[in-house]
């Protein structure tokens, strides 16, 4: 934790040590320093990534403890700060703040199954989530994993996804909106509710189900997963609200009046996210 | 301390010699409305201000500042350091010290705001009691006339026109150790006289308004007529929120050649925190284009709800202090106490 008199608003150094192309327009970045080295976070928290004299930009995190070194993954947005950083080289300098917001309560879920629904670059936080399980493989039932992604280019961390297909006391699930004859592929195809739907477990009161993608596709996985059996406040969601400070002070991602996405989340159940008008926009 | 009374020329006298020791800044007049100014001298105070056009909030959230620098090469950071010279505003109006109040409890809650809570810890705040309502006075209605603590003294003037001050803080009392001869310590004899000054003070600031049933009406949701309402005629020019005490919104945004004496050299970034608005659309813009709130109606609820749900389930108190500035800078006519009375159906 930070110390309560420290100054949030002033990020710590990180040099660049690596960059990896995830997908066409993804990359990650490798990070380094002594403070990111002592920086202690858990799946569902995010920072925020400086680059001095650009701007701060929320960025959930994807990486784990049990993984070495640290390493953000960004989407060129076409805006400021994301695509300044795509142009960003190896030994480059970005300030960091954080771990930022609430965790997913991992220890709450022991014992139970859990469902990942990884639309898009939503995947990135829940790969965390994933890591974080398959570590403490023992503390859960069955896993279920399901990735979406708008065509076959666009998934990331594919060796990761396929490492995890590969694994007996795991279940993977792949689809793409949509692709092209020369592009495709011969796993599924189709909107991620495709395979929701048909996920249709005898007990679903023993599943936890972990979602994050774009706001529009909860509302839509929601009502499947309803269908099926399974009530809101099984579902977690990461939200994206636009952030400035982090801190729960800026007011920028307060939703309804009552919640900082920031501090009372980003993580929150499907249930608290219909509660606030305007939650799931 | 007991409390003790000071006639209005010795209360010049007072601030005469305040002004030698500290900066003092007081409600002068100026363009046909009052405003917190650094005064030279006592003469200086428009003493008939019924409240300034902006509250004192811009003396401890700066309109724009710079929280830090660093190098677009190296980084670096090096926090600024806020003038924490010791400073005394003098007239603060109970509803302002109520804010105030609040946003303390904002800038401390959580993560330590130390541009915000050093600035406050330098600054002394000698309020002026209000014995009639302003212009646009609601406070009694938003239970923010009379804060208990956020001042260090507080001045209350009697029915004779004499002046009761009362101290509440140490710094405080300390501040009139050494000018006790201007004053007279009270006595029982002035009891009924400070009873009938509060009792007629406390008549003037019963609530206009029910709020008791607010929460639950809000929290039932029957409240979109009302922005829907609002959504035709309001600008989202964001006055409202620069001059409410209570809003306290800002942007952080990362500058290059941000080095005054160096102009030129674009590796030396700054970032900087303004004043912003939640009612404007950008505030919700994020890159890629997606607005989350991209709706008038949409602001105008969490603007609402904000200060009517949001800050009284967090903070304890109402995230309106009732000053009505909303009301006197509003370019369309919006009056929040006409909001308030549709929610609550009086």
């Keep these: 934790m930070r110390k309560p008199r420290e100054n949030p608003y002033i990020p710590f150094d990180a040099t660049i040590t690596k960059i990896v192309d995830l997908n066409e327009e993804s990359k990650s970045f490798h990070l380094d320093s002594s403070e990111l080295r002592k920086m202690i976070y858990q799946p569902g928290q995010f920072i925020q990534v400086t680059v001095y004299g650009v701007g701060e930009v929320a960025i959930g995190i994807t990486d784990t403890i049990y993984d070495e070194g640290f390493e953000v993954a960004i989407r060129n947005t076409g805006g400021r700060v994301t695509s300044y950083l795509h142009t960003m080289k190896v030994g480059d300098i970005v300030g960091i703040r954080g771990p930022l917001g609430k965790p997913f309560p991992m220890d709450d879920f022991k014992g139970k199954n859990l469902l990942f629904i990884c639309a898009g670059i939503g995947f990135w936080p829940i790969r965390a989530c994933i890591k974080h399980v398959i570590n403490h493989r023992e503390d859960y039932g069955k896993l279920l994993a399901i990735f979406g992604v708008r065509n076959p280019s666009l998934f990331t961390y594919t060796d990761e996804i396929e490492s995890w297909m590969s694994r007996e006391d795991m279940k993977v699930q792949r689809t793409v909106d949509s692709c092209s004859?020369?592009?495709?592929?011969?796993?599924?195809?189709?909107?991620?509710?495709?395979?929701?739907?048909?996920?249709?477990?005898?007990?679903?009161?023993?599943?936890?189900?972990?979602?994050?993608?774009?706001?529009?596709?909860?509302?839509?996985?929601?009502?499947?997963?309803?269908?099926?059996?399974?009530?809101?406040?099984?579902?977690?969601?990461?939200?994206?609200?636009?952030?400035?400070?982090?801190?729960?002070k800026c007011n920028h991602c307060l939703i309804h009046g009552t919640r900082y996405v920031c501090m009372d989340g980003p993580v929150f159940t499907l249930g608290e996210a219909r509660d606030m008008p305007g939650g799931l926009d | 301390m007991i409390p003790r009374f000071i006639s209005q020329e010795a209360l010049k006298e007072w601030v005469e010699h305040l002004i030698t020791q500290f900066s003092v800044y007081a409600p002068v007049q100026e363009k046909g409305d009052y405003d917190f100014a650094k005064i030279a001298h006592a003469e200086e105070i428009a003493f008939d201000f019924d409240r300034t056009r902006m509250s004192i909030k811009g003396f401890f959230l700066k309109p724009e500042e710079k929280l830090m620098s660093a190098s677009a090469s190296k980084g670096d950071p090096v926090a600024s350091s806020p003038d924490?010279?010791?400073?005394?505003?003098?007239?603060?109006?109970?509803?302002?010290?109520?804010?105030?109040?609040?946003?303390?409890?904002?800038?401390?809650?959580?993560?330590?705001?130390?541009?915000?809570?050093?600035?406050?810890?330098?600054?002394?705040?000698?309020?002026?009691?209000?014995?009639?309502?302003?212009?646009?006075?609601?406070?009694?209605?938003?239970?923010?006339?009379?804060p208990l603590t956020g001042y260090d003294i507080m001045l209350t003037e009697m029915d004779t026109g004499e002046i009761l001050i009362q101290a509440g803080s140490d710094n405080g009392e300390k501040l009139f150790r050494g000018s006790r001869h201007l004053t007279r310590q009270s006595s029982e004899e002035d009891q009924s006289l400070i009873l009938k000054t509060f009792k007629k003070i406390t008549e003037t600031f019963t609530p206009d308004i029910p709020t008791t049933g607010l929460k639950a009406i809000i929290d039932l949701g029957r409240t979109e007529f009302l922005w829907k309402k609002y959504e035709k005629i309001c600008l989202s020019c964001g006055q409202c929120v620069f001059v409410c005490p209570t809003c306290w919104c800002f942007d952080v945004k990362e500058i290059v050649?941000?080095?005054?004496?160096?102009?030129?050299?674009?590796?030396?970034?700054?970032?900087?925190?303004?004043?912003?608005?939640?009612?404007?659309?950008?505030?919700?813009?994020?890159?890629?284009?997606?607005?989350?709130?991209?709706?008038?109606?949409?602001?105008?609820?969490?603007?609402?709800?904000?200060?009517?749900?949001?800050?009284?389930?967090?903070?304890?108190?109402?995230?309106?202090?009732?000053?009505?500035?909303?009301?006197?800078?509003?370019?369309?006519?919006?009056?929040?106490?006409?909001s308030l009375k549709e929610l609550t159906g009086d």
């Design chain 1, 181 to 248: 004859d020369e592009d495709c592929w011969d796993e599924n195809v189709g909107l991620i509710t495709s395979l929701t739907d048909d996920f249709k477990p005898q007990n679903p009161e023993d599943w936890i189900i972990l979602c994050c993608g774009p706001p529009v596709a909860f509302k839509f996985i929601g009502e499947s997963l309803n269908k099926n059996g399974f009530n809101d406040d099984q579902i977690w969601v990461s939200l994206e609200r636009k952030m400035k400070c982090g801190i729960g």
């Design chain 2, 84 to 146: 924490t010279s010791k400073r005394i505003i003098f007239g603060a109006r109970p509803c302002d010290i109520t804010a105030l109040n609040l946003t303390d409890n904002v800038f401390v809650k959580d993560f330590y705001d130390p541009y915000y809570m050093k600035r406050r810890q330098s600054t002394i705040i000698i309020g002026i009691r209000c014995t009639e309502k302003c212009r646009t006075c609601f406070c009694g209605t938003m239970d923010s006339n009379n």
């Design chain 2, 257 to 338: 050649g941000a080095d005054e004496t160096d102009f030129g050299n674009l590796d030396k970034t700054a970032r900087i925190r303004r004043w912003a608005s939640c009612l404007y659309k950008d505030y919700h813009t994020v890159s890629g284009g997606h607005i989350f709130m991209p709706t008038v109606a949409s602001r105008l609820e969490n603007y609402y709800k904000h200060k009517l749900r949001g800050i009284p389930e967090k903070f304890g108190v109402w995230g309106c202090v009732g000053c009505g500035r909303c009301v006197s800078t509003c370019p369309v006519g919006i009056d929040i106490r006409e």
